[in-house]
């Protein structure tokens, strides 16, 4: 291999040879290796490159081997036995090849995984375009460092499979967790799986961002599982799919007089009237005209016989008649603008109702304010 093919002089290669001062002989090898990857090698010129960094990689100085590491971790003409070796070197010198070099191959990579040091585990979950199948043994065999790299590696083929046992090792791990639900894509799956362990502020976010299944939404606890259960109702009216929606949810004991409170407060009056219906077992005509048709007492008896609690009558009373009245006027309210509404009536009509039971629909109206607040505020609202 000519000196001036790879244009580094006379001087660079005794240096390199000689020289006892490790920073000189770096730099030699830095020099030496850019301008190696940079030009055209016949064959001739390639083996014998090739050789040359194989006699780098032995060099007892670590800063010569980063040195080398550093250069060519992107190169296609690392050997792929020296790029293995280099690989189990320091983590200064293997870093750099694991997350980078192109000569190694699944196997290699997944060897690498299993062998156990951390480092270079997370090193090869940070890969560009790593394959399912090596993401598949870092979500089974890698420590969580790794698996926490992997999750926040959108280049990843992370297959549905790979999260799944991801969460079963570490589904308790609070920044595994939250870093899966921020990938861009997650199975319905596995979104189901992470609203059950998540934190309630990555809940939302799950619940906001992808489509949360009746059965996991229903197993949410409190205001989370509330707020999907009614983000998908829309989607279950849309579909026809209403009766089976609240058959689903009473199966689940998650039809109760909370999430129809928010559900009236919303304006969802089918939902409401489907929900009573079951509650009460009697068909969901007969429940439309005890609500709407048959006066304050048909409305009474269906209540009680849903086992609603009698506290809450006349918030749902108030509720309907809202409803109704806009629906005479013909006036049409977004969600928002109807929730407003109906905090006013509760405000202004529940003359009855002790504080407890005004924060109670507040919050159930996804509003909470401070109780000197609310009562601040509540003479001061006219009647609707």
Not at 69 to 85: D, G, H
Not at 105 to 120: E, K, N, P, T, W
Not at 292 to 318: E, K, N, T, V
Not at 319 to 330: F, L, N, P
Request: hydrophobic share 45%; with cysteine; charged share 25%.
């Amino acid at each position: 291999m000519a000196s001036g093919s790879l244009r580094v002089n006379e001087t660079d290669l005794k240096l390199l040879i000689r020289s006892e001062v490790e920073e000189e002989r770096a730099t030699v090898t830095h020099k030496l290796c850019r301008s190696m990857d940079r030009m055209v090698l016949g064959d001739e010129e390639r083996l014998a490159a090739q050789k040359m960094i194989a006699y780098l990689s032995r060099d007892t100085a670590e800063l010569v081997r980063r040195a080398l590491a550093v250069t060519l971790r992107a190169s296609n003409l690392m050997p792929n036995e020296v790029a293995l070796r280099l690989a189990a070197d320091a983590d200064t010198v293997a870093i750099p090849m694991i997350s980078h070099s192109p000569v190694f191959c699944d196997d290699d990579l997944i060897a690498i995984v299993r062998a156990g040091r951390i480092f270079a585990q997370i090193a090869v979950a940070s890969r560009q375009g790593l394959s399912r199948d090596v993401a598949e043994v870092v979500a089974s065999d890698a420590a969580v460092e790794a698996v926490r790299r992997l999750a926040a590696n959108d280049n990843a083929d992370f297959s549905e499979r790979a999260m799944a046992i991801a969460v079963d090792r570490f589904g308790h791990d609070e920044e595994t967790v939250t870093t899966l639900a921020n990938r861009h894509i997650l199975p319905p799956s596995i979104v189901d799986r992470l609203v059950l362990v998540a934190t309630e502020q990555v809940k939302q976010h799950l619940i906001s961002r992808h489509k949360v299944s009746v059965d996991a939404a229903v197993r949410l606890s409190d205001f989370a599982r509330e707020r999907a259960t009614l983000d998908l109702l829309d989607e279950s009216i849309r579909s026809q799919n209403l009766p089976e929606f609240v058959k689903t949810l009473n199966a689940r004991r998650a039809l109760n007089a909370s999430l129809l409170l928010r559900a009236v407060a919303r304006g969802q009056m089918t939902f409401f009237e489907h929900g009573l219906s079951m509650l009460a077992q009697v068909p969901h005509h007969r429940a439309w005209l005890m609500i709407h048709d048959a006066g304050p007492l048909g409305f009474r008896a269906i209540y009680d016989r849903a086992g609603m609690p009698p506290r809450l009558f006349s918030a749902f009373r108030a509720g309907v008649d809202t409803w109704r009245s806009m629906q005479a006027e013909g006036a049409e309210l977004d969600a928002e603008a109807f929730r407003l509404r109906m905090l006013e009536r509760f405000m202004t009509q529940m003359h009855t109702l002790g504080r407890d039971d005004l924060d109670y629909l507040m919050e159930r109206l996804d509003m909470v304010p401070t109780r000197d607040h609310a009562y601040a505020a509540r003479p001061r609202i006219a009647v609707a």
